[in-house]
């Protein structure tokens, strides 16, 4: 026989008001060419007393390959268990202290041998109040980790876990607030990454060979500007570095809508006020090297060139809103920072940027009126890509006006004029666009647009080089031209049809055309 097998499976529930009793398992044995003992099981135990519940819970798994009578490497096995209180009470409020164990075994010189401890404790908890307009819940725990040296080669480890989420809302929901804050530590890996060349217009990446010599190095690579320049990915692959870290983990949003107190109250104060609204979110995702207690918990410290910080992810953004749902004007002002910090093998990628913003819309029977307003500045530096950094101060300002005149067609006018000067040269560039475009749409049935726009752009700065990219967002100084036209057609029930051909003529530089024909079957 090429192969004999045994299976059986065992499961056991028993659930009353005092206790549970749950129970499954798993057995496999198999004789072949490698002989293969396969156990595992889980199992919970609970009693109910007067106030709180007394429980443990258990997991084993037990794997074991032979060849002839001789015990495998790949053999392993482990046991963890967890020891628990929780509470009793009917509302949402709950609270479960633990204790929990793991013994892990190895396959060592033919024989299983015990290969690693941990042991965690810890609390689970989520706090509702009366009103049930405030929560707070989250876990706590800490684990040591312990090797056996003569069989693991890893190092001992303690590891502390926080996680708390706490949302309320007060005055009739003037103020909502909702909270996240996570700490925790473990090993970050050096990352690397490469370029692939994918299918033309799949990726997300441009290679510009702007030294000529037709060898693909990274500092060669953008973020492409155009669809059809868009033929590589970028892939992160493994490293066998690590380092050390202690992560923190913060977000915070709050939302102020006056319209929820006043919207009964007729004074013309009142209602001026209940037109303003506003959001503030804020995210930082921070890992340091750091061993002091203080710095390692306090998410606010984002002195992004301090080495011992190894990733920074920070993001913030406030609004304020005039008329934020009205049909006839609105206004918004908004203010966004951003940080970015990663660790690579060789050096630190950073990426920051600033910006006010500052919409306005008004709408006369057919016509809208939109004018938007940008000013701010962004920079970027890399530890391992040469000629690359750059801190570019930036401004715009768009006005656009949109003739609908029914729902199914629309016609846009718009002027865009951008200044942009790189802080850390004599880069300067001024861009004047202007283009029109239409939509016409029929319900279920058919979706057309099309867009022309003529851009003007005087440039003084390093051509043929990474920041003209970045700066005249792929095309060159002086007289340029961008089209497109996308056709989306319901052919059949279940078929869509999906035509797009652009096109643009950069100054100095033949037209180019680029087009796709998609079809999508819906099953």
Do not use: C
């Amino acid at each position: 026989e090429l192969y004999k097998g045994f299976k059986n499976k065992l499961k056991y529930d028993r659930i009353t008001k005092k206790n549970k009793i749950v129970f499954n398992a798993n057995y496999l044995f198999s004789e072949a060419n490698i002989n293969t003992n396969f156990y595992r099981h889980n199992s919970i135990l609970e009693q109910s007393l007067k106030v709180f519940t007394v429980g443990y819970e258990d997991q084993m798994e037990n794997n074991l390959f032979h060849s002839s009578d001789t015990l495998l490497g790949n053999s392993y096995s482990f046991y963890e268990g967890k020891i628990y209180l929780k509470n009793n009470s009917t509302s949402d409020n709950f609270l479960k202290l633990y204790y929990g164990f793991r013994t892990e075994n190895l396959a060592v010189n033919l024989q299983l041998k015990n290969s690693a401890n941990s042991h965690e404790t810890g609390m689970d908890y989520n706090l509702i109040s009366k009103n049930k307009k405030t929560r707070l819940n989250g876990n706590l725990a800490f684990r040591k980790f312990t090797p056996i040296s003569i069989v693991n080669s890893e190092s001992p480890e303690n590891t502390f876990i926080n996680q708390t989420n706490f949302s309320t809302s007060f005055l009739k929901q003037l103020f909502r607030l909702n909270t996240h804050y996570s700490v925790g530590s473990g090993l970050e890996q050096k990352r690397e990454f490469v370029y692939l060349e994918v299918n033309p217009g799949q990726g997300i990446f441009t290679w510009i060979d702007y030294n000529n010599n037709g060898i693909k190095e990274l500092s060669e690579f953008e973020i492409a500007a155009f669809s059809d320049q868009a033929n590589y990915l970028r892939v992160f692959i493994q490293s066998n570095s690590y380092v050390r870290t202690f992560t923190n983990l913060f977000s915070q949003s709050i939302t102020i809508n006056p319209q929820t107190i006043l919207r009964k109250n007729k004074s013309n104060l009142s209602k001026i006020v209940s037109k303003f609204s506003s959001v503030t979110a804020f995210k930082v995702d921070r890992k340091t090297t750091r061993e002091n207690l203080i710095s390692s918990l306090n998410p606010f410290q984002e002195n992004i060139a301090d080495t011992n910080l190894v990733s920074l992810n920070n993001q913030f953004r406030s609004s304020l809103f005039l008329n934020r749902s009205g049909y006839k004007y609105g206004v918004e002002y908004s203010y966004q920072k951003t940080s970015n910090k990663i660790l690579l093998s060789n050096g630190f990628d950073i990426r920051n940027s600033i910006s006010h913003e500052l919409n306005a819309r008004y709408k006369l029977k057919k016509i809208l009126l939109n004018w938007k307003n940008k000013i701010g500045e962004k920079g970027y530096n890399s530890d391992y890509l040469s000629g690359r950094d750059y801190r570019i101060k930036f401004l715009s300002t768009s006005p656009i006006i949109s003739f609908q005149k029914s729902n199914d067609f629309i016609l846009d006018i718009n002027y865009n004029y951008k200044e942009k000067n790189n802080q850390l040269g004599n880069d300067f560039a001024v861009i004047n666009s202007s283009g029109i475009s239409a939509k016409y749409s029929l319900i279920n049935n058919l979706n057309f647009s099309t867009v022309i726009n003529y851009v003007k752009i005087i440039y003084s700065g390093n051509e043929n080089s990474s920041l003209e990219y970045e700066m005249l967002e792929g095309l060159k100084s002086g007289d340029n031209y961008t089209w497109e036209v996308l056709l989306n057609k319901k052919i059949a029930k279940n078929l869509d049809l999906t035509l797009n051909y652009n096109g643009r003529k950069p100054e100095g530089i033949k037209t180019i055309h680029a087009g796709t024909i998609q079809v999508r079957a819906f099953f």
